[in-house]
């Protein structure tokens, strides 16, 4: 009996966070760095399920530079990474295609059904609901910078309770495709929805200072002096100008966690303390 008063204790907890988040729009980016086994897998599954159940309107944008990497590397295809953006010809285009619209994308979508949400895979092409011209004037070849947002087939899914599960992938007037990066994705159509929330599953506690200790909270200017020493660099570079952006565009907050620890989505939604970086 006894630990049956600590489940509704704990489940009670929780209430506050729930009334709080319900019918609130939540966009979750799943690094392809924190895809990585298939217990964390489930678990993260289970957790977009549950958040789905009590009522908040979840949008999974999803990552995938590990698996492109083995892909490029088996086919033999080079792919140099600047400003921790992946240059993408056309050969290496296809494949970041395939892999990500095609592979991980219908992966997600079919774990979050099988665990019993309803979700719906889709790319930035579908709809035209992202369009892209090359970033910096074709700098990373056909790495795009997305130009609008057309967020209706967004709007109409989860009106009908279905989870969107987007690869970012945009295309031009010309159909031709883009490589967008997952995290420029999730900041640009959490922007367009307005979303109370935008979470950044990554494969590391959050951002780490010089020493490798977590900084549990970051400004622009903070941001802007970890850069110019160095300290972020790689995939953390789009990543914080992602972050910056989003609370600069009216999205309520912006949290960087670590896709690792199990259930870490749950943990820094419903416990005060939290885990990992918020960007303010
Ligand atoms: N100061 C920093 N603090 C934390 N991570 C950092 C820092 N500077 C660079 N990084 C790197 O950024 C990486 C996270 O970005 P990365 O692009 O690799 O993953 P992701 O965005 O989660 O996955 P994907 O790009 O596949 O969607 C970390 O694994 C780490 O190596
Ligand atoms: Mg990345």
Known sequence: ???????????????????????????????????????LKDN????IVLLQLIGIKVVVVHGGGKKINSFLEQLD??????????????KAMEIVE??????????????????????????GKDDG????????????????????VN???????????????????????????????????ASAIAMKLRAQKVIFLSDISGVLDKNG????????????????DGTINGGMIPKLDACLECVNNGVGRVHIIDGRVAHSLLLELF???????IIT
Do not use: W
Request: glycine fraction near 8%.
């Open 1 to 39: 009996m006894k630990n049956h008063y600590k489940t509704a204790e704990i489940i009670l907890s929780a209430l506050p966070y729930i009334q709080k988040f319900r019918g609130q729009i939540f966009v979750v980016k799943y690094g392809g760095s924190a895809q990585i086994d298939e217990s």
């Open 44 to 47: 993260f599954a289970r957790d």
């Open 77 to 90: 295809i080079k792919s140099d990474f600047v400003d921790g953006l992946r240059v993408t010809d056309e």
């Open 98 to 123: 395939m892999t990500l619209s095609g592979l991980i994308n219908k992966q997600i979508t079919s774990l979050l059904v099988r665990h019993g949400a309803r979700a719906v895979g889709i790319s």
């Open 129 to 148: 609901m992202l369009k892209a011209k090359p970033l910096n004037n074709g700098k990373y070849g056909l790495v795009g910078e997305i130009t609008s």
């Open 151 to 185: 967020d209706e087939v967004i709007k109409a899914l989860l009106t009908s309770d279905i989870v969107p599960v987007i690869a970012p992938i945009a295309s031009d007037e010309n159909a031709r495709s883009y490589n967008i990066n997952a995290d420029s994705c």
């Open 213 to 228: 200790e977590l900084i549990s909270r970051l400004n622009a200017q903070k941001i802007a002096t970890l850069k110019a």
């Open 271 to 277: 416990t005060d303390e939290g885990i990992g970086t």
